[in-house]
């Protein structure tokens, strides 16, 4: 298994960025995948999940409405458009097949003016 993230950077309070990650070793297009996220001293924290096909997901509250996850599959690659970033929302996000742990080094998100 093998799980590649990207996309993160600096962003102000209310701006958008769009984390991707490149999947290989798997067949991903068979399985749910999740993205987490854990910020400095604090434990990790799941915030998405993505059924295999796509057509349905579901979110922790603290992301409802302002993140999307979503995937394709003929790219092995998993995405997560946050839109509406808050402070709280810096972290280092990952990746990573339902159950399993996050497998990537990860990509930082950091939310400041």
């Known amino acids: 298994v093998r799980l590649e993230e990207s996309g993160g950077g600096l962003v102000q309070p209310g701006g958008s960025l769009r984390l991707s990650c490149a999947a290989s070793g798997f067949t991903f297009s068979t399985v749910f995948m999740t993205w987490v996220r854990q910020a400095p001293g604090k434990e990790q924290e799941w915030v998405a999940t993505i059924y295999s096909d796509g057509r349905s997901a579901y979110y922790s509250d603290a992301v409802q409405g302002r993140f999307t996850i979503s995937r394709d599959n003929a790219k092995n690659t998993l995405y997560l458009q946050m839109d509406n970033l808050k402070t709280e929302d810096t972290a280092v996000y990952y990746c990573?097949?339902?159950?399993?742990?996050?497998r990537g080094k990860g990509t930082q998100v950091t939310v400041s003016s």
């Open positions: 990573a097949q339902r159950g399993d742990r996050p």
